[in-house]
């Protein structure tokens, strides 16, 4: 399975902003697929995750209510929408990846497979 993340941008504290991840090599549907962000010298952190062969998602606690993970079969793609964006949600942003479920979803090392990273950047 190859990834491929998108949508990164600038946006102001309270605006929106739309990640895609593009799949390929492998269904979306059978995939637990998850997001992740990295700021500078700090450990990569869950965002959220979509279990495989369901619609039942987890959020980290600071981002509940305001982001969305989604995925869209025909298209092969799993997204973040991300609203009233802050600045602490600045980061590269990360898709990833694993064939089965694990109950550490959560944890980066869980997953094999990983896009890019596209650069999300939150201005005050």
């Known amino acids: 399975v190859q990834l491929q993340a998108s949508g990164g941008g600038l946006v102001q504290a309270g605006g929106s902003l739309r990640l895609s991840c593009a799949a390929s090599?492998?269904?979306?549907?059978?995939?637990?697929m998850a997001w992740f962000r990295r700021t500078p010298g700090k450990e990569r952190e869950f965002v959220a995750a979509l279990r495989s062969g369901t619609s039942t998602t987890y959020y980290r606690d600071s981002v509940k209510g305001r982001f969305t993970i989604s995925r869209d079969n025909a298209k092969n793609a799993v997204y973040l929408q991300m609203n009233s964006l802050k600045p602490e949600d600045t980061a590269i942003y990360y898709c990833a990846a694993r064939l089965y479920w694990s109950v550490a979803y959560y944890s980066h090392d869980q997953y094999s497979k990983w896009g890019q990273g596209t650069l999300v950047t939150v201005s005050s």
């Open positions: 090599g492998g269904s979306v549907r059978s995939l637990t």
